[in-house]
Each structure stands twice: as structure tokens, then as C-alpha cells.
């Protein structure tokens, strides 16, 4: 008798760890997200949403839209709103860094270099030495295409505003 009980909270003990385990499977298998379309395992989940993330197209994707505000913020002078998009160029490139390493190699002279050298134009509020500092991302976006290997990825200076902001 005195042993049929620690045998009782043995056997306990194992059913609600098995139990626990089978709850936590159907936890992990659960579709979620609107309409459920994320699905599978917790590995599969975060593949997916890796996908989803995308490579380094989407990184620069979204430098080219703040490249082009950047430089209509300068042509405005609204320094506050330039420093703003230099921030965002800074924080999506070491984003799309993260989730491409291989990247980073000819990456690293934008975020040692090239933009605390605009960062400084953008301080400066002078709308020449801004325009000077434009010019030399610019290129400086170009070389890099080169280096990795997509020279067809011509950057110029933008021709006309497509965003509503303005000063």
C-alpha cells in the first residue's frame, strides 16, 4: 500500500506530460493569420514568414523609395525630414544585412562611409554641399550594384517628386 501511491503520482506525472506535449503539437500545428494562412509546424511558420520577408530585392526596394524622399527633402530643405530618411536608408540596410549576410560585404562602406558622410551634408543644412553629397551616394549606390553584379541597376538622381510631402 505505502508504495501504490508514489506509484499513482508517477503515473500522474507521465500522463500530464504526455498530455501537455500532445497540446502543445496541436498548438504548434494551428493554422493562424487571416484566414489561416500560415501553416505547418513552428519551423515551417517561420520559413514562411522568412519567405514572405524576401531577400535583398525587398531591402532595396525600400532605399529606393527613401533615396528619392531623401532627395526631395534636401531640394526642400527640410533637414528634419532628410535626417529621417537617412535613419530608415541606415536601420532597412542593416535589416536586409541580418536576413542577407552575403550582402554585407559590399554594404559596409554605405554604413561606415557613405552615410554618416551624408548625414554630415544633411546637418550642414546647405542645400550645395547636399547636392555634392547626393551626387556621391548616388554613385556610391552604383559601385555597389557593380559589386554585386547587377550594373543594370542604374541609379540617377530623381526627375520628379512622387510623393505628396512636401515643406
Known amino acids: 500500500m505505502k508504495y501504490i501511491t508514489p506509484l499513482i503520482a508517477i503515473v500522474t506525472v507521465f500522463i500530464l506530460i504526455f498530455s501537455c506535449n500532445d497540446v502543445q503539437e496541436k498548438i504548434k500545428n494551428k493554422s493562424v493569420g487571416p484566414g489561416g494562412w500560415l501553416k505547418g509546424s513552428g519551423n515551417e511558420k517561420f520559413e514562411t514568414i522568412a519567405d514572405q ?66 548625414k554630415k551634408t544633411i546637418k550642414s543644412r546647405d542645400t550645395i554641399l547636399f547636392n555634392k553629397g547626393f551626387m556621391m551616394l548616388t554613385s556610391n549606390c552604383n559601385s555597389c550594384h557593380t559589386m554585386e553584379k547587377v550594373p543594370f541597376f542604374t541609379v540617377k538622381i530623381p526627375a520628379e517628386r512622387q510623393s505628396p510631402i512636401r515643406k
Request: proline share 3%; net charge negative.
Open 53 to 118: 520577408l524576401r531577400g535583398f530585392d525587398a531591402t532595396m526596394v525600400e532605399v529606393g523609395y527613401r533615396y528619392q524622399e531623401l532627395y526631395w527633402a534636401g531640394q526642400d530643405e527640410n533637414w528634419d525630414y532628410a535626417n529621417y530618411q537617412i535613419e530608415k536608408i541606415e536601420t532597412t540596410l542593416k535589416n536586409g544585412f541580418e536576413r542577407r549576410p552575403k550582402r554585407e560585404k559590399s554594404g559596409t562602406h554605405f554604413l561606415n562611409y557613405v552615410l554618416p558622410e551624408m
